[in-house]
């Protein structure tokens, strides 16, 4: 239903920081992604947050967490943001990748460690490197998703 010529895949629970808007607007790039905070002071977290903003960095794959943006043209050039049950944004991230270039945007946005925080914070990193490793094999995403669902009930 988004009409603009820039379209913003945001995590409900991501806050955004003044001068996002002003960043997203001045970038010359057909996507990207911005810098993350986890808001947590857990020193793991912290470091979880300078590992996904370096792998971004390197590699030009964001998570959904990273707030992930993208010019109308180029979404429509690659099919859309796929439906997927989960990984839907390595999905996109991995085909936008392969036609456009990449950027990574300040200030960074703010996401919940809550679910990181509630799970265990080893815990969750252990199993969120596990998914992403089965997804990456071809894992179905539908089976991950319910896998990630249970992990967070058991």
Known sequence: AARGSVL??????TGVPSGALAALRASTAPWGCF??????HDPRLRCTAFVMNARARLTGSAT??????????????IGGWPALAA???????DRARAHARFEVLGPPVT????????RGV????????????????????ARLARLYEAGARG
């Open 35 to 40: 810098a993350v905070a986890l808001d947590s």
């Open 64 to 77: 959904g967490d990273m707030a992930i943006w993208a010019r109308r043209t180029l979404v429509d050039a």
């Open 8 to 13: 913003w895949y945001l995590h409900a629970d």
């Open 122 to 141: 080893t815990r969750t990193m252990v199993e969120m490197l596990a998914l992403r490793g089965a997804y990456r094999a071809g894992v179905d995403p």
């Open 111 to 118: 996401t919940s460690a809550r679910r990181w925080e509630a």
């Open 87 to 93: 990984f839907e944004d390595l999905a996109f991230t």
